[in-house]
DNA sequence: GCGACAG
DNA sequence: ATCTTGTCGC
């Protein structure tokens, strides 16, 4: 698939911050996606390896078809980690494999998941906001923990599955802590662009079965890039 | 100095 | 994220 071509993500930290603002005032989170709308949808994720200057990314994108959940196409791409992570931003660490492995689709998905935030971000632009100007595509973010801005924390959702509670930063409804799963711990929705918080709400619980909290796509994203992680040990254990 | 901190 | 064994519970 095509990517944007403006690369963003010179490891200067400098601009960082500039670069997020500049993005924030194009974000649109007022589309409803219905997954009717949908037909392939893909879960992205990134596993480390090595250590200090040779850190190690793999980045992994599953594309599912939207009606039958089969797997349609896969993307990888490894590469060196040039940039540490910090929290609040988490996407110029991992963008560049993301987009790598992106052009490498055949496929281009409707909707992008992401293991991170959307506009859940002290600035509006977590991983998902940020990818999905590189993608051209609407994206979800979907944190496994809660990352707190502006001192505010989140109501515990009911123990139900489907359970939601929202999360309010300064009079705006920034994302939901989701029970996927009864019993379970929450997890953090938020859009990240070209979609609203009530689609991606409905969407994460849609697409997240009984064997993990996570959305289908994004599971199988996490579980792929750890199995590319040790395919690549082995590799270099057998060709130093 | 201390605690907090998406992945 | 990653380092790591067993263990409690359905």
Known sequence: MQVNDIHPLRPDPAEFIRIQ????????VSRPLRREDLRTVAGVDLAYGGEGES???FCHVAVFDAATMQVVERAEAIGKIEVPYVPGFLTFRELPLIAAAAEKLETVPDLFLFDGNGILHPRRMGIAAHASFFLGKPAVGVAKTYFKIAETEYEEPEREKGSCTDIK?????????VRTSAGVKPVFVSPGNGINLDSSTELVLSLTGPESRLPVPVREADISTRRMRRNWEEEQRLSP
């Not at 603002?21 to 649109?28: S, V």
């Not at 930063?169 to 802590?177: H, P, S, W």
Request: glycine share 20%; hydrophobic share 30%; proline share 0%.
């Open 21 to 28: 603002e500049r993005l924030a005032k194009q974000i649109d």
């Open 55 to 57: 850190e190690t990314g």
């Open 169 to 177: 930063v300064g009079g705006e409804t920034l994302g939901r802590a």
